[in-house]
């Protein structure tokens, strides 16, 4: 079985300050974790992707997300926050093994106020 | 990544009604999926769509109610039959394969069943 959680539901920050959104995972083997963010009356957009290697991965828009096995955390990071990146924000995984079936966490609604 | 479209963007339906969604994309996938968005909540997979066969569907989720087609490798259909207000939701397609790890989606159908 594979799930996320992601315990936030709320995120408000200020423009330019840090951002987080985080998301913990359970996988019985090795997790492929996505991050994916959807603005209003959109599809979701791909963000950025773990698969193996340095535990710190880069994405779009400035976004990274940093791996920890032990925690089984993969929380998003952003240094300097925009209006722009308000948005829904959905953590999720899956298995090593499985075909491409994608677990999503409940999703984390970011305010950036001005 | 590729490039993903759904028909009809948007549709408001009676209740009884079938209501049928296409999904596009702009070259060839091995796997499509389709999800299921239902207002405020995260994503859930209802089924995926196999090229030359029946699709597989989660748990939850049954042909009658959901009948799925796929008859080439860029194309999908996903039909909602005898709808009811409950079914009024985002649907989502997305595609996967092809040696990449990550699904991209499609800009979703906004579903309201009256």
């Known amino acids: 079985a594979q799930s996320v959680a992601q315990p936030e539901d709320q995120v408000n920050v200020a423009e330019g300050n840090p951002l987080t959104v985080k998301c913990t995972y359970s996988?019985?083997?090795?997790?492929?974790l996505f991050w994916y963010v959807q603005y209003p009356n959109r599809g979701l957009q791909f963000l950025l992707k773990?698969?193996?290697?340095?535990?710190l991965v880069k994405g779009s828009y400035g976004f990274e997300a940093e791996f920890n096995k032990s925690q089984t955390s993969f929380h998003l990071k952003k240094p300097s926050a925009l209006v722009s990146d308000s948005a829904l924000y959905f953590c999720?995984?899956?298995?090593?093994?499985?075909?491409?079936?994608?677990?999503f966490g409940a999703g984390t609604t970011v305010t950036v106020r001005a | 990544s590729a490039v993903i479209s759904q028909k009809p963007s948007r549709d408001i339906c009676q209740r009884g009604t079938s209501l049928t969604i296409q999904c596009q994309v702009d070259?060839?996938?091995?796997?499509m999926f389709w999800y299921r968005q239902q207002p405020g909540q995260s994503l859930t997979l209802i089924a995926t769509a196999n090229q030359g066969s029946e699709a597989t569907y989660e748990s939850g989720f049954v042909i009658d109610k959901f009948p799925i087609s796929r008859p080439n490798l860029t194309f999908s259909t996903l039909t909602v039959s005898n709808m009811s207000p409950e079914d009024s939701s985002i649907y989502l397609c997305?595609?996967?394969?092809?040696?990449?790890?990550?699904?991209?989606f499609g800009a979703g159908t906004r579903l309201s069943v009256l």
């Open positions: 999720a995984v899956r298995d090593k093994s499985n075909d491409y079936k994608l677990s």
């Open positions: 996988v019985s083997g090795n997790p492929y």
């Open positions: 773990y698969i193996t290697g340095d535990n």
């Open positions: 070259s060839q996938v091995t796997m």
């Open positions: 997305s595609v996967g394969g092809n040696g990449k790890n990550i699904q991209y």
